[in-house]
């Protein structure tokens, strides 16, 4: 078990492996073995039909079968047990139809379009639904984006975070509502769900955004200067026109305590607190840090580093260590509440979770989880510590969990990608000094290095 004893600041040489130069593109047969694995699933479930919902912020779901997101519109996927496979589109999403990575047949829905968009062709969601293929008496899935338990209610089985409209649609076109059944968890639960285990083609897809942003990360602690503004800092970020999962956020001072909210022409000065984030499909890395040289900048001194960054940094390490094929991510949450508990550092969310297209997929990290890590899996460490008075750190950064299976095939299809996290692993090893298992890949170019002093350029803390 790492301690604070045996951590140490000192000088560390990142790896210089900049922005990816291509993306990966998941091929046909991926999709149409992820459909044939959910209609097997379907009929476990007794299922007719899945409708899967998506929107510009839950769309992870609908891509992971088709390919495409509707942006700003909403959308409805319907999948049965043998035959087409059906999408209902608003008005300027309908021609993605074409560009799907599986045969779908697109139907235009103008309830799903922008308001006062013209209705020209206005016809029910009932309607919809059964040009789109659903029939009286059906029992249909339904998927959305949250996961639902007990806790909600003894049905809720029957509770959606799909709209209403569109769930009163439904339930007309499958003649009453309790037709229509939650499995959410079908895709997004984990260990077990659809989309909680993926191959090398989506893991070699996913790295491509998770690099960026961590990239973008590096480019913006290079770049920052007091006296610059939140947005001065951010202008240095490349996205490369890839969907973000997470607005792009950037503060300091003062509105490092106001929330989520955007960069702005707030300046930040020595002595201030930092925050850098950027998150596009398949990661997120995050740096939270003094905008200072050394303790003398920082309110508190040598307290923010001996008292709070050194006790969080030791549990960010034991937590990559720890994690790895077969490990309960019950004991993790364990780990994490022994070593850093929340009564005293002020964290609250899960200490870690999966994530895909979303930041957030879900998390099976917490109290009594009896979820055991596999191979397939992509993770982000997360662990938020507040403190009312000082600087508190923050490292969030993203892995994938692969067997040798797994690894080797990276290694054949795409030896970038596979160079790229190897070199990542060798710089944790080498100079951070982390012992991980051989199936931690990690996805970010910082990855597990965090220097507290924005200013002192080539430094972070290590294990002695």
Not at 29 to 55: C, H, N, S, T
Not at 61 to 90: H, M, N
Request: charged content about 20%; proline content about 5%; overall charge negative.
């Amino acid at each position: 078990m790492i301690t604070v004893k045996d951590l140490e600041y000192r000088s560390v040489q990142l790896p210089e492996l900049g922005f990816p130069a291509e993306k990966p593109v998941v091929p046909e047969e991926v999709f149409r073995a992820r459909l044939e694995k959910l209609r097997q699933a379907m009929a476990g479930r007794e299922l007719d039909a899945v409708v899967i919902y998506a929107d510009r912020e839950h769309y992870g779901s609908f891509k992971f079968y088709t390919g495409v997101d509707p942006r700003f519109e909403e959308a409805l996927l319907f999948i049965y047990q043998e035959g087409d496979v059906f999408c209902a589109l608003g008005n300027e999403c309908l021609n993605l139809a074409e560009t799907a990575r599986i045969p779908i047949t697109g139907v235009l829905c103008q309830c799903l379009s922008l308001p006062n968009q013209p209705m020209d062709e206005f016809v029910s969601v009932e309607h919809t639904a059964k040009q789109c293929g659903i029939k009286h008496g059906m029992k249909i899935g339904l998927v959305d984006w949250k996961l639902m338990s007990s806790k909600h209610g003894k049905d809720f089985r029957a509770i959606s975070g799909m709209p209403e409209y569109l769930v009163t649609g439904l339930a007309a076109a499958a003649g009453r509502r309790e037709q229509l059944v939650n499995v959410t968890d079908m895709l997004i639960a984990a260990p077990d769900g659809l989309r909680c285990r993926i191959g090398a083609e989506a893991a070699a897809e996913l790295e491509f955004g998770a690099a960026s942003a961590s990239e973008s990360v590096l480019r913006m602690l290079e770049h920052v200067q007091p006296g610059m503004s939140e947005r001065e800092i951010v202008s240095v970020i490349q996205t490369w026109g890839q969907p973000v999962s997470c607005h792009p956020y950037v503060v300091g001072g003062v509105n490092t305590r106001r929330g989520l909210i955007s960069p702005s022409d707030h300046k930040v000065e020595l002595g201030d607190e930092l925050v850098v984030s950027v998150g596009l499909e398949g990661g997120l890395t995050c740096r939270h840090v003094a905008l200072a040289r050394d303790s003398s900048d920082v309110k508190g001194g040598e307290h923010f580093m001996e008292n709070i960054a050194k006790p969080y940094i030791a549990a960010c390490f034991n937590w990559l260590e720890m994690i790895g094929i077969g490990v309960s991510c019950g004991d993790i949450y364990t780990m994490i509440q022994t070593q850093f508990p929340k009564e005293k550092y002020g964290w609250s969310l899960n200490p870690g979770h999966m994530i895909g297209y979303e930041e957030w997929m879900c998390s099976p990290i917490y109290e009594g989880s009896e979820a055991l890590i596999q191979s397939g899996m992509m993770f982000q460490l997360d662990i938020i510590p507040t403190d009312p008075e000082y600087c508190t750190p923050n490292v969030e950064d993203g892995l994938l969990i692969a067997d040798e299976s797994l690894r080797s095939r990276i290694q054949k299809l795409y030896p970038q990608v596979y160079q790229r996290m190897m070199a990542r692993r060798a710089f944790a090893e080498e100079q951070l000094g982390l012992k991980l298992k051989p199936e931690v890949l990690p996805l970010s170019n910082c990855f597990g290095c965090y220097n507290p002093y924005a200013l002192q350029k080539g430094m972070a803390i290590a294990i002695r």
